[in-house]
């Protein structure tokens, strides 16, 4: 069964940065479209970043210029770079497939931050 699995979070001051870390098992992260999503309380979860398997990345608006996700193929880890994080980017953070089932949604991994 794949499985991803979700670290780095942490309670961060408004203005840190927080790499987020996605190690993935029984798939392959450089022959996916895989994404980093996000679930605050109360609402739904969201797709903030992806990246393609010719690494084509896109972001959602609320992050564009302060996330940057990547992969290490050789360590088939997804990470995600967060930058001049604010208040409203406390949630809890995931990383799936984008596009395609075949993975339940891990632990995640949860990012606070502090005004």
């Known amino acids: 069964q794949v499985q991803f699995v979700e670290s780095g979070g942490g309670l961060v001051q408004a203005g840190g940065s927080l790499r987020l870390s996605c190690a993935a098992s029984?798939?392959?992260?450089?022959?996916?479209?895989i994404g980093w999503y996000r679930q605050a309380p109360g609402k739904q979860r969201e797709l903030v970043a992806g990246?393609?398997?010719?690494?084509?990345?896109n972001y959602a608006d609320s992050v564009k210029g302060r996330f940057t996700i990547s992969r290490d193929n050789a360590k088939n880890t997804v990470y995600l770079q967060m930058n001049s994080l604010k208040p409203e980017d406390t949630a809890v953070y995931y990383c799936?497939?984008?596009?395609?089932?075949?993975?339940?949604w891990g632990q995640g991994t949860q990012v606070t931050v502090s005004s």
């Open positions: 029984r798939t392959t992260v450089s022959l996916n479209a």
């Open positions: 799936n497939f984008v596009n395609r089932g075949g993975a339940s």
């Open positions: 990246i393609s398997r010719y690494e084509t990345t």
